[in-house]
């Protein structure tokens, strides 16, 4: 594999679920790719669509969830393309997700060695139980967890423990790539932190790709070199996190997320969001998705859906840079 070719690829990706009221598209036109040792941050308010995108990687959409249109390559295999069989040692050998909850990841009647264990052996059969064993506590102590704790069952440990448990089973089988899906959200701001510096030092260590969906700004930018932002299930802004955080050209949403995150100042800490919600994505608004709430609309936006397009040194989809020249400033607040 060359240096450059993208651990994984989405390329034109569209997501639908079928539903009582018709077809509603969750993802649209998805193009992402992550490279070897890359932290790519996606970022998006509540139902942007980040976990229907992340489902669909790991080609484990359910509930009248289907890609529609597009591909997703890993490793340069067509992720669609496998067999059963060669999708299961596929998920957990060469990618592997920790999701939104890890109590519903681990299984609440068998102790943490006997699921590191299950999981080891069932993808390394090779493997005999004491040598099982054995890798599940290295992997324990990567996260910091104490042997003595393998034989506790998931309810017998902390929020921060069960997350590091199920980080250390997505990098069990060495994994080229892990979707990470809002890990830390559940936990407390201290233990989130440390979480955050052991997925760093993971990463270092053990050297994966991580695909990092959060809609904490903060979080995103500490962590990786690349962020998406999605909204209403496209992504509006692709740019590197040095970028983000200039003062080049961003999409009026991302400078939102961006002013979003809580200032903490000697006095106060406040917190400048986004007025209004997230549509309905069985109701898109016309043109733009974002003009209902954005202060930079234009005639245009509520008519052409504007196309992604390179601004300065970020992919924006908006139509304020069609001429980038002119500048703007907000019509409305
Ligand atoms: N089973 C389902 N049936 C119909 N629509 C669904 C289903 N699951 C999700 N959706 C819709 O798909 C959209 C994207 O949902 P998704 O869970 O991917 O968002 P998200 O960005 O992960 O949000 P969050 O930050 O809350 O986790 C939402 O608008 C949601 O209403
Ligand atoms: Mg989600």
Redesign the pocket.
Same mark, same amino acid.
């Given at each position: 594999m060359l240096a450059d070719t993208p651990v994984l690829e989405v390329k034109d990706l569209s997501v639908a679920?079928e539903?009582r009221q018709g077809s509603?598209q969750?993802v649209s036109d998805v193009n992402l790719s992550v490279f070897r040792n890359e932290i790519v941050g996606l970022i998006?308010?509540?139902?942007?669509?980040?976990?229907?995108?992340a489902y669909a990687i790991m080609r484990l959409l359910r509930? @009248?969830?289907g890609v529609t249109s597009g591909t997703i390559r890993v490793l340069e295999e067509d992720v669609y393309a496998l067999s059963p069989e060669t999708l299961r040692q596929f998920r957990w050998n060469k990618m592997s997700m920790v999701f939104?909850s890890a109590m519903s990841a681990l299984n609440p009647v068998l102790t943490i060695e006997q699921q590191m264990v299950d999981t080891l052996r069932s993808h390394r059969s090779q493997l005999s139980p004491a040598q099982a064993r054995q890798r599940a506590a290295e992997l324990l102590q990567l996260v910091h967890i104490r042997p003595d704790r393998m034989r506790s069952f998931p309810h017998e440990l902390s929020g921060g423990m069960r997350q590091r448990v199920v980080i250390a089973i997505a990098i069990a089988l060495n994994p080229a790539l892990v979707v990470m899906d809002?890990p830390t959200t559940a936990l407390d701001v201290v233990v989130q932190r440390s979480i955050l510096d052991e997925i760093q030092a993971l990463q270092r260590i053990v050297g994966f790709s991580i695909l990092f969906i959060s809609?904490d700004f903060s979080l995103v930018a500490e962590l990786c070199s690349r962020v998406a932002v999605?909204y209403a @299930?496209r992504v509006v802004e692709l740019a590197t996190t040095q970028g983000l955080f200039s003062s080049s050209a961003h999409h009026p949403y991302t400078e939102g997320l961006r002013k979003a995150v809580p200032r903490v100042t000697a006095a106060d800490v406040s917190i400048e969001g986004i007025p209004g919600t997230p549509p309905?994505?069985a109701r898109l608004p016309a043109g733009c998705a974002f003009h209902p709430r954005c202060a930079y609309k234009m005639a245009e936006c509520t008519t052409t859906r504007p196309s992604l397009r390179t601004v300065e040194n970020a992919t924006i989809a908006c139509h304020l840079f069609a001429d980038k020249s002119i500048a703007q400033e907000p019509r409305h607040v």
């Open positions: 679920y539903t509603v969750a998006g308010e509540s139902g942007s669509g980040k976990s229907t995108l509930g @009248g969830a939104q809002e809609h999605m @299930g309905d994505p």
